[in-house]
């Protein structure tokens, strides 16, 4: 038996076409609402290299890579993502009153897509079950305080599971029972009805049918408007994810040599410095917001949300697309509403990221999230001059004297008194010291001990010294991007001068933005972090180290590790047994000082810091190896506070106190 | 209100001091705006906001360095319009015939008020202010830490030892102003850029004669023996030499 | 012989050292002629060091007014055909002695370090460097207090100034003293700073604050104490608390980070107090005590009282 007759006179595809007329009405038009809200983002000519957004495209969506990262949800997820893909077109079948059945059977195709059916049917079950239990059962941490939508979604969907699978079995049972031995799952349904009355069973069916199509009239109304939107909003995100290395920003306008266009050509008259409306973003920018699935990985691995601030990564995003709804008759008239993008994120969220892009890197659906926080403080730091004061020492010391601690820019090279080292001659490497290594007296250490292990394996290098700026990262990463580019622009001058084109430096954030950022300023080098240069060293054996004894643990800094895709090379260098912490590689837990956070205040109860000094104490280890000044600078500080007095090394002074002298 | 503000370039202090034959050597000097007179402008700025008028910087300089791109920060926090005088003698050491030249183009501004910052950072003669005040033929005052403005009277809130003496004046009167009279905003910087529009009125001078005292003779203070750790027997011995230290080489007890 | 004009400033307690100091180096110049400008200041002007004092004494002069006190000192000059005119470098100094240097068209020293009949040193670049002069012409300074011997004490003529006193049209209306105790940071010739050395914020309390009283001290702090709250953010010195530039800087129990001494670098001295001894302070500071900070702070400021 099947549904397929009148109700009260009225014929069953009737009822269903006006049902679906309003649920597919209700969605197209949803559907067009966020599109219109999109469209009012600010281009992203993103609609290039098709072969590879079609392979990343199947990869990352389809095959569901990132999101099986997360065992338990992440496969109980794509269970439900293929269940569905192989049941939909049952829809078709069953809103045609078995049209679609009865065509596949003239051409024998019919069983094996029964069979297909029901494995999808079963996929979602087995999906749905194992999240109900995650949900319900194990309840972790971070679901605490999720709405009740979550398990009612999950007990909807598997309704509409339920629901087929009788319909399924109601259509064996009739004058002769039949049982379709190409839908395993509607046999075992159909075996359970058979001993039932025909009127009962004839009722059940139609309820389920109704209740199925209900429930999935339903779903189209309720997809764009949840968070549900991530169904059709990841197609998007994914196709055209982020090409870009990981971390760069952009300048503030590109010639068509996609250069950065100089700061004094610059058409302030029709360039917006930075978000603050909502359609500041591009529109890859606002797809973000309905692509999100709340899963909450970023806010689980963001050290900001972990150290209290009021920084959650998922709320920035989810923010973008309720900001979209709340305001939308306004923006769609092309007028601002009073509350602006910098209101909703609030600027204490926005000044504690510390580009860790850890978010980034945990988001299954390719969701940029920082670039949200940089653009919203480019705007606080150039337009609206609203920032916090500590930054302004910073902008000021950068400025005149090129370091952020405003010490005499003729003393930058006074680290290296004694060394015998070229200074701004022409030589096979140069190496770019960074700020810390040349000013601050920890960090000296470290750039004395490279320039000795470089010198000890016979390698030709040479300093820029006076003629060294700040790579600029600080004043990029806190949006104040015409400093930025004032320091771009001088270094690569220096750096062309002297006819540079392989560069060695100690710090990660000099390895980023000059290895990958001042591309668009004129400057094409080779950048190597000096733990890459000193583990292919070691490994060439022209540096003859030892393992070193103590127990160590190594931290990798965010800019190396994620962001700069290197996890290898420091533990190559160091050698020996290290101690890894849980949070280690491209997981590796912020030490807060990026961002130009290192330079910002923080409450004493929120050091993210003290949370990776903990979790580095924990190992037992006693040295943490650590290859960034910023890192030395944390962790050495975080420690002190939990009143840890482990030491933190440097990569390089670790080798040099293992160095074998030469025979 | 007509404002007019002073502003002296300076040498960055961290720049590297090197004295050759008894003189300093000022050609790898980079320069900035003296940080006193960052709180007249700013001052200058907010009584204009409040009441109305025009702020009208004036900065004397020699005609070697460049110095427009901080002209342009003070120019972006609310100023008007910029005169630069350009002087090839040009020296901070000058009070004297600085104040005589600078009066001179205050003069014609008609100005109500007149401010500038109480002392240079670099010779801290603290004697320009009250020079172009004489010059000028209006009463002054100086090392304010706190000015407010109603109607049209000031009251200036004058730094004093171990107090404030708070003055009333009708203008027109020269101020100088004292460190954190108020906090200097930070331009945007969008605001910086687009003042590139306004170009200054840049003016070329002859040298000035004046009753200015030449220095003859630079010299490094005595090298502080550097970073020296006091050794003793124990507390007693060791807070001795350090008093002792303090006192005759330091001087500061 | 030429002639001095000597300007001398009363306190609660008669002329101020500072103006004694300036009348011992006048005295090396030539004649001396002292003057006292005040309301009720007669009998505080007949101690100024000088073979002769005039007195300027007027309700109308209660106050320092540039524009008066200008006046007189010009017509005092004017009447005596001196050819210098000295003060001490005070507040009061340093504002008028320019003013008086512009009327009479004379050249100007301010905030000398050392003054004699062989030449004049000033402080420039702030105090990095030391500029000598002989002025030949006619001169006004203000000479900064040191270890000058005083003057001889008073034994000469009195004379009551004659001249006219002009209008001003500034009106002081009042005068507000700033409690002791409370010496803003930035403007402090002595700051005494405590960090995370000190080990609770009792102690701070106990050791900082005493020391900075005795020494007539600002107290300050480094961020790491202001961060565990022990003291309010007003003290932190430091890249993001206050830029300092005192002539001394006592940093006690302070290790001295980056950040830190980007705040108090500018110290004319700095002298540190910490047990260990490759604490980073040690390489700014000039004098250095490697010790227990418990046991040295004390018997410094006993020390200290004694003087």
């Keep these: 038996m099947n549904p397929f007759h009148d109700y009260y006179g009225i014929e069953w595809y009737l009822i269903l076409l006006a049902w679906s007329a309003i649920a597919l009405g209700s969605h197209f038009y949803q559907v067009g609402f966020v599109v219109r809200l999109i469209r009012l983002g600010k281009d992203d000519d993103r609609f290039n290299s098709w072969k590879q957004r079609l392979t990343e495209f199947l990869r990352d969506w389809l095959g569901q890579r990132k999101v099986v990262q997360d065992k338990v949800a992440g496969y109980a997820h794509a269970l439900i993502f293929w269940g569905f893909l192989l049941l939909m077109s049952d829809i078709v079948d069953l809103g045609t009153g078995g049209l679609l059945q009865a065509f596949l059977s003239n051409i024998q195709l019919d069983g094996i897509w029964n069979l297909i059916v029901d494995l999808g049917y079963a996929m979602a079950t087995i999906g749905i079950l194992i999240a109900l239990y995650r949900r319900i059962i194990i309840r972790p941490a971070k679901l605490k305080g999720a709405s009740i939508e979550g398990p009612l979604i999950l007990l909807a969907i598997l309704g509409i599971v339920l629901t087929a699978f009788i319909v399924e079995a109601g259509n064996m049972i009739g004058e002769e029972t039949k049982y379709n031995r190409w839908e395993p799952i509607g046999v075992l349904f159909a075996k359970q009805m058979d001993g039932m009355d025909h009127a009962t069973i004839a009722r059940m069916v139609d309820i389920s049918y109704w209740i199925h199509m209900i429930l999935i009239g339903g779903f189209l109304i309720e997809i764009p ?171 000021n010391n950068l400025e005149r004297n090129s370091n952020p601690w405003g010490f005499g820019a003729h003393t930058r090279a006074d680290w290296a008194e004694g060394l015998d080292l070229k200074i701004g001659e022409p030589a096979e490497y140069l190496f770019f010291v960074g700020c810390a290594g040349s000013f601050d007296d920890r960090n000296k250490k470290v750039s004395r001990a490279t320039a000795k292990l470089l010198k000890e394996a016979g390698v030709d290098f040479s300093i820029l010294g006076e003629m060294e700026t700040c790579n600029g990262d600080p004043a990029r990463r806190a949006g104040n991007e015409f400093l930025f580019q004032m320091l771009a622009e001088t270094n690569v001058d220096n750096l062309n001068s002297v006819g540079t084109l392989k560069i060695i430096t100690a710090c990660p954030h000099c390895f980023h933005t000059i290895g990958k950022e001042y591309e668009k300023y004129g400057g094409k080098y080779e950048v190597y972090h000096h733990s890459q240069v000193l583990n292919k060293l070691r490994q060439e054996e022209k540096l003859k180290i030892r393992d070193f004894e103590d127990k160590v643990t190594f931290h990798d800094p965010c800019y190396l590790g994620r962001i700069g895709g290197e996890t290898e090379a420091p533990r190559g260098a160091l050698g020996g047994d290290l101690i890894e912490m849980e949070r280690h590689g491209t997981n590796s837990f912020c030490c807060g000082g990026g961002g130009a956070r290192i330079w910002m205040e923080e409450d004493a109860d929120k050091r993210v810091n003290e949370i990776r000094a903990k979790e580095a104490s924990k190992t037992g280890a006693d040295c943490v190896a650590v290859g960034c000044p910023f890192c030395m600078t944390m962790m050495s500080d975080g420690l002190k506070s939990i009143g840890d007095d482990k030491q933190v090394k440097d990569i390089s002074e670790i080798m040099l106190e293992n160095l074998e002298a030469k025979t | 209100m007509n404002i007019v503000v002073l502003i002296k370039m300076v040498p960055d202090t961290e720049s590297r001091l090197e004295i050759i034959d008894g003189k300093v050597k000022e050609d790898r000097f980079k320069y900035m ?153 930070f331009p945007a910087l969008k605001d910086i850029m687009m003042s590139k529009r306004k170009p200054f009125d840049n003016r070329t001078l002859g040298s000035e004669a004046g009753n200015d005292v030449q220095t003859t003779e630079c010299s490094l203070p005595p090298a502080r023996g550097g970073g020296v750790i006091l050794e003793g027997e124990g507390p007693e011995e060791k807070v001795d030499k350090l008093i002792e230290k303090l006192r005759m080489e330091a001087k500061v007890l | 012989m030429s002639t001095v004009v000597l300007v001398g400033e009363t306190d609660g307690n ?92 004379w050249g100007y020293l301010g905030d000398c370090l050392e003054a004699s009949s062989e030449g004049f040193v ?68 002595i700051i005494v700073s405590g960090g995370r050395g000190l080990e609770s914020p009792e102690n701070y309390e106990t050791l900082i604050r005493p020391l900075a009283a ?11 104490i202001v961060d565990a709250g022990w003291v309010p953010h007003s003290h932190q010195v430091g890249q993001t608390g206050k830029t300092v530039t005192p002539d001394l800087y006592l940093a006690i129990g302070i290790s001295g980070a980056i950040q830190h001494l980007g705040g108090m670098s500018g110290s004319k001295f700095i002298a540190a107090i910490n047990k260990d001894p490759e604490a980073p302070i040690f390489k700014v500071a000039d004098y250095g005590i490697v010790g227990d900070l418990f046991e040295i702070v004390p018997v410094l400021k006993t020390k200290l009282e004694k003087l």
């Design chain 3, 214 to 224: 005795t020494m007539g001290a600002a107290a300050g702090a480094s961020r790491a």
């Design chain 2, 33 to 185: 705006v003296n940080p006193y007179d960052e709180f007249a402008v700013e001052q200058a700025v907010q009584f204009k906001e409040a009441i109305g008028g025009k702020v009208t910087l004036i900065s004397l300089f020699s005609d070697n360095a460049s110095i427009d791109t901080d002209l342009r920060k003070m120019m972006a926090i609310g100023a008007d319009e910029t005169i630069v005088l350009r002087q090839q003698e040009y020296s901070g050491n000058k009070p004297s015939s600085n104040a005589r030249i600078l009066s001179e183009t205050v003069k014609e501004l008609d100005a109500d008020l007149i401010m500038c910052g109480v002392q240079g950072i670099d010779y801290y003669q603290a004697a320009t202010g009250p020079m172009i005040a004489h010059f000028l033929g209006v009463p002054h005052i100086s090392g304010v830490t706190n000015l407010k403005l109603s109607g049209d009277k000031l009251t200036a809130s004058r730094q004093i030892e171990g107090g404030l003496q708070i003055i009333e004046t009708p203008t027109p009167v020269l101020i100088t102003c004292q460190k954190d009279m108020t906090k200097v905003r």
């Design chain 1, 225 to 395: 408007q949840t968070k549900h939107s991530h169904i059709i909003g990841t197609i998007p995100n994914v196709m055209f994810q982020d090409h870009e290395p990981m971390g760069t920003m952009i300048p503030l306008q590109t010639n068509e040599n996609n250069e950065a266009v100089k700061t004094d050509d610059l058409d302030f008259d029709n360039l917006t410095l930075g978000v603050n409306k909502f359609a500041d973003f591009t529109w890859r920018q606002l797809s973000d917001g309905w692509a999100c699935t709340a899963c909450a990985r970023c806010q689980d691995v963001c050290p900001a949300y972990k150290s209290g601030k009021t920084l959650n990564p998922m709320q920035i995003v989810l923010d973008v697309k309720d900001y979209g709804r709340e305001h939308s008759s306004l923006l769609l008239a092309g007028d601002e509403p009073k509350e602006s993008i910098i209101d909703r994120f609030t600027p204490d969220a926005i000044w504690a990221c510390t580009t860790c892009y850890a978010c980034v890197e945990a988001c299954p659906v390719h969701i940029e999230h920082v670039p949200k926080l940089t653009d919203a403080r480019r705007h606080l730091v150039m337009e609206a001059a609203d920032f916090p004061e500590e930054l302004q020492n910073l902008f």
């Design chain 3, 14 to 105: 008669g002329i101020k050292d500072v103006s004694q100091q300036v009348a011992g180096v006048a005295a090396g110049m030539g004649e001396v002629i002292g003057l006292v400008i005040g309301k009720n200041v007669a009998e505080s002007a007949m101690k100024l060091a000088a073979g002769k004092v005039v007195i300027a004494d007027d309700e109308g002069l209660e106050y320092y007014d540039p524009v008066k006190y200008a006046s007189i000192v010009s017509q005092v000059v004017q009447k005596s055909d001196a050819t210098k005119v000295l003060m001490g470098a005070t507040t009061m100094g340093k504002d008028l002695g320019p003013r008086v240097a512009a009327e009479l068209g």
């Design chain 3, 122 to 189: 000033r402080p420039d670049f702030a105090g990095k460097v030391l500029a000598r002069s002989k002025p030949e012409g006619p001169l006004v300074a203000s000479i900064r207090n040191n270890a000058y011997p005083m003057g001889e004490s008073w034994s000469g003529s009195v004379e009551n100034f004659s001249g006219n006193i002009p209008d001003s049209t500034l009106n002081t209306i009042s005068i507000e003293k700033i409690g002791k105790g409370t010496i803003e940071l930035t403007e402090a010739n």
